[in-house]
């Protein structure tokens, strides 16, 4: 005997009274999988995201300059900026917003006189000084200091070319 308004499986191939599981089960899947996606794209962006946000960030820099990489760090001042470092064929930029409170840096490579791996604290290996003729530049907290570093002298190299 089959209600009306209830779902008959023995139409369907299933146990009676049961909602088709292959049918409920693929939904679920392609729901979850949107979500993951959603979540996935929002951790880790493409590097077309990445470039749009540097473009927008630095909008004076020449049209022609292109985001190579960009490390997660924090600049020290009276506190520490948490923020993005952002690495192009000839300059090197700084972003931070810390409740609506921005700080935006940017240094052609030509003008870096000095860089060097710094140690926080005395004795935490994480920190890398940018240094020009007229500024100094903390920059910690890197999860890949030295990879960072070595790219960061690599461009520099280059740009004195």
């Given at each position: 005997?089959?209600?009306?308004?209830?779902?008959s499986s023995s139409e369907k191939g299933g146990v009676p009274g049961t909602p088709s599981t292959q049918s409920l089960g693929s939904r679920n899947f392609i729901r979850n999988s949107k979500k993951m996606q959603s979540w996935y794209s929002m951790l880790s962006p493409t590097y077309k995201q990445r470039n749009e946000d540097f473009r927008k960030l630095f909008s004076k820099l020449p049209e022609a300059e292109r985001l190579i990489v960009d490390y997660s760090c924090a600049l020290q001042r009276e506190i520490l900026l948490q923020g993005?470092?952002?690495l192009s064929e000839n300059w090197i930029c700084f972003y931070?917003?810390?409740?609506?409170?921005?700080?935006?840096?940017?240094?052609?490579?030509?003008?870096?006189?000095?860089?060097k791996k710094e140690k926080t604290a005395k004795l935490i290996p994480n920190a890398i000084q940018i240094c020009t003729e007229s500024e100094k530049h903390f920059f910690t907290s890197f999860g890949a200091r030295d990879r960072c570093f070595l790219l960061i002298f690599r461009l520099w190299q280059n740009a004195l070319l």
């Open positions: 005997m089959v209600e009306k308004g209830s779902d993005r470092l952002y931070s917003n810390i409740f609506r409170w921005e700080t935006a840096i940017s240094i052609q490579l030509k003008e870096v006189t000095c860089l």
